[in-house]
């Protein structure tokens, strides 16, 4: 049981070009989520998921798009890197996410992106 | 979106002391959650908190779910090298939306520094 898995750990980029950032979870999770970390300003969700075809827009969602192909899978598209998407990016995931249930998110080791 | 107000922003403190840190919110959560970030790394869950007024300990953290359920706090005992990192509240809105019910709203996180 392999928890929230991400890839790449690095990555650096050049303004403007694109990329896929990798999230895969083995717990049967049906929410996943993806934040963004800044020094001084927490976590910040960019999307999330509550089941396989579904997703929404967190509080940041600009210059990102996410897609929810199977239950494991949540990768992030950054179609046009910027340097203010400079930043250290965490997936996600809980059994269910409805109020009222445990719903413990459970984070990956992180993806930082430099983009120049 | 919902505000956490996580303090203090950092601690410095010497190894044996116990630490004390809170958040507050100015709406009503359901649940509280309490993270720990070391370097380099994803946040790792602490303490889950679901029932207003719930005091829960993990070794030798403890935690509490204020009776308002606007507040949280988190106590460090006999504190050791180890417990350098930053510690995390997030807290779930109690809401009617099934969407946003499964949003974490994250503190801006305490930077804990122990000294020898």
């Known amino acids: ?116 | 979106g919902q505000q956490l107000n996580q303090s203090p922003q950092s601690m410095f403190i010497q190894e044996g002391e116990d630490v004390s840190m809170n958040c507050t919110s100015s709406s009503i959560f359901n649940t509280w959650l309490w993270y720990k970030q070391d370097p380099g790394e994803g946040p790792v869950l602490l303490i889950a908190l679901y029932k207003a007024g719930e005091l829960t300990s993990n070794g030798r953290l403890t935690a509490q779910f204020g009776i308002t359920r606007k507040d949280s706090f988190l106590n460090i005992s006999a504190s050791i090298p180890s417990d350098v990192g930053i510690y995390f509240c997030a807290g779930q809105p109690s809401s009617i939306s099934s969407g946003s019910a499964r949003q974490l709203t994250f503190g801006s996180g305490t930077q804990l520094t122990v000294l020898p």
């Open chain 1, 1 to 116: 049981n392999a928890g929230v898995t991400q890839t790449p750990k690095f990555q650096v980029l050049k303004t403007g070009q694109s990329m896929t950032l990798q999230c895969a979870q083995d717990m049967n999770h049906e929410y996943m989520s993806w934040y963004r970390q800044d020094p001084g300003m927490g976590l910040r969700l960019i999307h999330y998921s509550v089941g396989a075809g579904i997703t929404d827009q967190g509080e940041v969602p600009n210059g990102y798009n996410v897609s929810r192909s199977t239950t494991e899978d949540f990768p992030l598209r950054l179609l046009s890197a910027a340097p203010s998407q400079t930043s250290v990016y965490f997936c996600a995931s809980s059994y269910s996410g409805l109020a009222g249930a445990k719903n413990e998110q459970y984070f990956g080791p992180g993806t930082r992106l430099t983009v120049t």
